[in-house]
Nanobody, 121 residues
């Protein structure tokens, strides 16, 4: 059994910052790409940022220069530092990871439960 647990969401004023964390736990053999997606009301889920196991990163154009994704492989954790937040960043943020189970040696796509980020004055 593999779990992704997110934390760090909340309410912040425009221009403020938040840091999201997502920890993977359970029967883990290997974690490949980890990433963050978001879904605003009545919109499709979209990619925010992704980081490979070697540290290469990719960002949505809308967050480049404001958000930074990082990971701590020893802790099986991925982070999203969000600066200069805008009202249009308001969404539920979901953690995603491609994980190979130590029990089955099968690679699968896992999702966290989501954490709400609201940017409002």
């Amino acid at each position: 059994q593999v779990q992704l647990v997110e934390s760090g969401g909340g309410l912040v004023q425009p221009g403020g910052s938040l840091r999201l964390s997502c920890a993977a736990s359970g029967s883990i053999f290997r974690i490949d790409d980890m990433g963050w997606f978001r879904q605003a009301p009545e919109k499709q889920r979209e990619l925010v940022a992704v980081i490979t196991s070697s540290g290469s990163t990719r960002y949505a154009d809308s967050v480049k220069g404001r958000f930074t994704i990082s990971r701590d492989n020893a802790k099986n954790t991925v982070y999203l530092q969000m600066n200069s937040l805008k009202p249009e960043d308001t969404a539920v943020y979901y953690c995603n990871a491609y994980i190979t189970s130590s029990r089955t040696l099968r690679r699968a796509d896992y999702w966290g439960q989501g954490t709400q980020v609201t940017v409002s004055s």
